[in-house]
């Protein structure tokens, strides 16, 4: 009975260290949608699921740092999903996409919406600009969305230095600080944004000069 308890110990303990449980991500989309697939970050297939009237269904690992991401073939973006919780749904339509049930995903998505908005509202901006042949309002522009980028994306990168999160909101400000502040940052990160193919490559670019 002894060996048994502590076999279940060690098993237990095995499954916590690995991330242990399974994720289901559950959703819809619309009608005329066949198959959906599941992507990781390289945009490798990781699965597929045949949609039945307009659901679909996958299980993956469980977690913070690894992402996952839904890919329907005539849409263009993937929706990023942050695997961090038993079970997650997705609504995807023509217009927009909802996530129940992953704190993580959601704030992610929102960050990523944030980001999107303010560069297409400066964007046209910086086109009337340059049209005008005012370069200088144009540097003054670029420089207000840049600070307006990083006062956003710092507290929400401190508050997910571990997690996948934090790794957008490096991603988005990372060349709008400068070496000193950005080695600060990344120096108190977790592995999940050191590793990051954006942000390893970043640093290095500051470092081996």
């Known amino acids: ?5 502590i076999l279940v110990a060690v098993l237990v303990l095995a499954a916590a260290c690995s991330g242990g449980e399974d994720c289901t991500i559950k959703g819809t989309v619309p009608d005329d949608v066949k198959t959906v697939l599941l992507i990781d970050r390289s945009e490798h297939v990781l699965d597929s699921s045949f949609v039945s009237n307009g659901e679909f269904r996958f299980v993956c690992d469980r977690s913070v740092e690894e992402p996952v991401a839904i890919k329907i073939n005539r849409y263009n973006e ?3 999903i942050i695997p961090d919780s038993k079970e997650i749904n997705v609504k995807i339509n023509a217009k927009d996409v909802s996530i129940k049930g992953s704190k993580l995903s959601k704030e992610h998505a929102a960050l990523e919406k944030w980001a999107v908005n303010l560069y297409m509202t400066t964007s046209n901006q910086l086109e009337k600009l340059f049209e005008a042949g005012d370069t200088d309002a144009a540097d003054a522009l670029v420089d207000s969305r840049d600070a307006e980028i990083v006062k956003h994306c710092k507290p929400i990168f401190k508050a997910h230095k ?9 991603v988005l400000m990372q060349n709008k600080l400068d070496k ?9 990160a977790g592995d999940c944004v050191k590793n990051d193919f954006r942000v390893s490559v970043f640093h290095d670019s500051l470092t081996s000069k």
């Open 180 to 188: 000193k502040d950005f080695l600060k940052l990344y120096d108190s």
């Open 78 to 80: 993937p929706v990023i």
């Open 1 to 5: 009975m002894k060996k048994y308890l």
């Open 162 to 170: 571990a997690d996948y999160v934090g790794v957008l909101a490096m």
